[in-house]
């Protein structure tokens, strides 16, 4: 199985601050990467597909970049709806695997 | 619009077995797959299985020891997933997504369902 991690696991930052966040696979994955804002009580909603493509309505601060084994979500300037949890998702092979998460909260 | 509707909460006993369904509208059911996750409380998101819409070929994550069955009814545009022999490490909230079949097309998985909690308890 394909093991993913992130860094960090909780991040405090402040409104309009720019944010990355740091997304690791145990092997190589190509682009096959996602990344998903979740809040609580709901359901993840996808930001970035195939490591830098943004989902449509999606807002443009939000970026992925990366290959292989090692990827990034930029947040360009926090807002205030940006509070939330993140989790990246490798899609190359089954099982499809998440990493742990990443909590940003205010500071 | 898509959107994917999940059955209600579910209270199950160790040793018991759910069945929860989603419902899929505006879009081809077949056209898609219908993957299956869930979130223990406070934990990561766990992939458990998928199901090819189309053609009914399913795969299933083997941390569940065969005890995850997926399904689906294409004519009521519903996929189902069944967990058998409920432990207490099962409560969790279980939820429905979508995902293109042919990968270097998909978006991630684009749609959720709005998750259905399952607790096991005696």
């Known amino acids: 199985d394909i093991q993913v991690t992130q860094s960090p696991s909780t991040l405090s930052a402040s409104v309009g601050d720019r944010v990355t966040i740091t997304c690791r696979a145990s092997?190589?994955?190509?682009?096959?990467l996602a990344w998903y804002q979740q809040k609580p009580g709901k359901a993840p909603k996808v930001l970035i597909y195939k490591a830098s493509s943004l989902e449509s309505g999606v807002p443009s601060r939000f970026s992925g970049s990366g290959s292989g084994t090692e990827f990034t979500l930029t947040i360009s300037s926090l807002q205030p709806d940006d509070f939330a949890t993140y989790y990246c998702q490798q899609y190359n092979s089954f099982p499809l695997t998440f990493g742990p998460g990443t909590k940003v909260d205010i500071k | 619009q898509v959107q994917l509707v999940q059955s209600g909460a579910e209270v199950k006993k160790p040793g018991a077995s759910v069945k929860v369904s989603c419902k899929a509208s505006g879009y081809t059911f077949s056209n898609y797959a219908i993957h299956w996750v869930r979130q223990a409380p406070g934990q990561r998101l766990e992939w458990m299985g998928w199901?090819?819409?189309?053609?009914?070929?399913?795969k299933s994550s083997q941390n569940f020891q065969g005890r995850v069955t997926i399904t689906r009814d294409t004519s009521a545009s519903t996929a189902y997933m069944e967990l058998r022999s409920l432990r207490f490490e099962d409560t969790a909230v279980y939820f429905c997504?979508?995902?293109?079949?042919?990968?270097?097309?998909?978006?991630?998985?684009?749609?959720w369902g709005q998750g259905t909690l399952v607790t096991v308890s005696s």
């Open positions: 199901i090819n819409a189309g053609n009914g070929n399913t």
């Open positions: 997504a979508r995902f293109a079949v042919v990968v270097p097309t998909a978006h991630g998985f684009d749609s």
């Open positions: 092997q190589s994955i190509s682009r096959w």
